[in-house]
T-cell receptor
Framework: SAVISQKPSRDICQRGTSLTIQCQVDSQVTMMFWYRQQPGQSLTLIATANQGSEATYESGFVIDKFPISRPNLTFSTLTVSNMSPEDSSIYLC????????FGPGTRLTVL | QQQVKQSPQSLIVQKGGIPIINCAYE??????FPWYQQFPGKGPALLIA?????SEKKEGRFTISFNKSAKQFSLHIMDSQPGDSATYFC????????????FGKGTKLTVNP
């Protein structure tokens, strides 16, 4: 299994600002995934990030709100733009194919 | 539209009991069904997974039962312990190059000492 780290682990942000979340993997991986987990809820896939191509977004998520970078095979960032309190969630990255392994998550609170 | 339905939402058992968590799906294109365990403040951790051509799979105290015709699968935890108290998610993916996971809503399990 891969070892995945995320930064920051948590943050409190003001409405209207943006936050960039980093995901680092200890091995090269083709696909990385970004999920959102709203308080007490399940996980919802935001987008799939492949190195060297544009991220693929799921229904209900758009690039302007959640821009993603994937500069190499071990790193990705997710930006939550123009934040509102509704964006308060845990954001998780994962890697793998059938067996996906998750990072510890970034707990975001928007005031 | 929720593609994987999970029940119950919460479950309380005594130590040594056998909690059972159930999931159902409709999309027959799903061909891989993992279960994840999540402790508070942590990311989900893969617990066990099964394919629809297998009716049962055991790993330690965790067992998945799969009923392909009913499109249902369940997780059983044998000899449950207080350390098993966590939220459990079932999930499904289509494989064939599509690794996107669709998650159930989760079951919060409490195992009392």
């Amino acid at each position: 299994s891969a070892v995945i780290s995320q930064k920051p682990s948590r943050d409190i942000c003001q409405r209207g600002t943006s936050l960039t979340i980093q995901c680092q993997v200890d091995s090269q991986v083709t696909m990385m995934f970004w999920y959102r987990q709203q308080p007490g809820q399940s996980l919802t896939l935001i987008a799939t990030a492949n190195q060297g191509s544009e991220a693929t977004y799921e229904s209900g998520f758009v690039i302007d709100k959640f821009p993603i970078s994937r500069p190499n095979l071990t790193f990705s960032t997710l930006t939550v733009s123009n934040m509102s309190p509704e964006d308060s969630s845990i954001y998780l990255c994962s890697v793998g194919q059938e067996n996906q392994f998750f990072g510890p998550g970034t707990r975001l609170t928007v005031l | 539209q929720q593609q994987v339905k999970q029940s119950p939402q919460s479950l309380i058992v005594q130590k040594g009991g056998i909690p059972i968590i159930n999931c159902a799906y409709e999309n027959t294109a799903f061909d891989y069904f993992p279960w994840y365990q999540q402790f508070p403040g942590k990311g989900p951790a893969l617990l066990i997974a099964i394919r629809p051509d297998v009716s049962e799979k055991k790993e330690g105290r965790f067992t998945i039962s799969f009923n392909k015709s009913a499109k249902q699968f369940s997780l059983h935890i044998m000899d449950s312990q207080p350390g098993d108290s966590a939220t459990y998610f079932c999930a499904a993916s289509m494989g064939g190059g599509s690794e996107k996971l669709v998650f159930g809503k989760g079951t919060k399990l409490t195992v009392n000492p």
